[in-house]
């Protein structure tokens, strides 16, 4: 996985003769959703949301409120959101169902802080790792639609990279898309902006960075901290 590949898939299915939409979209067949859950890194966010817009493709992110990876409050987490949604790309909210008693209490939370943040409006949400909720899929969180409905993960061809695999095959090489049926893609873009032989060391080249970072937030906030000199 890398961003020839990435440009080689979007590239192929446009070929096929399909639209790239928006998971709202009233399409029979023929859509193609792109999904980015962004687990770890909105740089590799910004990364892929300017390939895509290259091709002139447009994307729905879904960023977490409540990750250990990245604050989304922060200001240059702000600016890298900004410019993905400048790039034309929808902003939406990807919700850890696990850290909640009352799961629509938190929705509502973390939804509202989003959209007030980057003043959108969020009609879907998709689950980070939605454990046992798949089974119970068309239950509603606060009355908000999300990717695992039936409408979006059973009646649609669903791919996804997660772990940084294609469990189930290449997409490129799926019965479905050659016959036009919906398709609705996840892919995170730590896998596909990052470089490494294998998921394991584009992880950790993905820290190795991230370290960098926070060397460099240690020193500004704290003179005495040597190592790196604050600007
Ligand atoms: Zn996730």
Known sequence: MDKNEYIRILTEIRNLGYDFEEFNHSKENKAAIIRHDIDFCIDSALEMARIENKLNISATYFFMVSTNMYNICSEASRSLVEQIKDLGHTIALHYDPAIYSD??????????????????????ISLHRPRGFIDNSNRKLADVSHTYED???????????????FKYGHPLDQPEIHSGKNLHMLFHPIWWVNSGENQS?????????????????????CTTFDSVRAK
């Open 201 to 221: 060391e584009k992880l950790r080249n993905w820290q190795t960075k991230h370290f960098d970072f926070i060397n460099l937030e240690t020193a500004l906030n």
């Open 151 to 165: 409408k979006y993960f059973k009646d649609m061809k669903y791919m996804s990279d997660s772990a940084g695999m």
């Open 103 to 124: 799961l629509d209490k938190g929705l509502t939370i973390e939804k509202n802080l989003l959209e007030t943040m980057f003043d959108i409006n969020i009609n879907v």
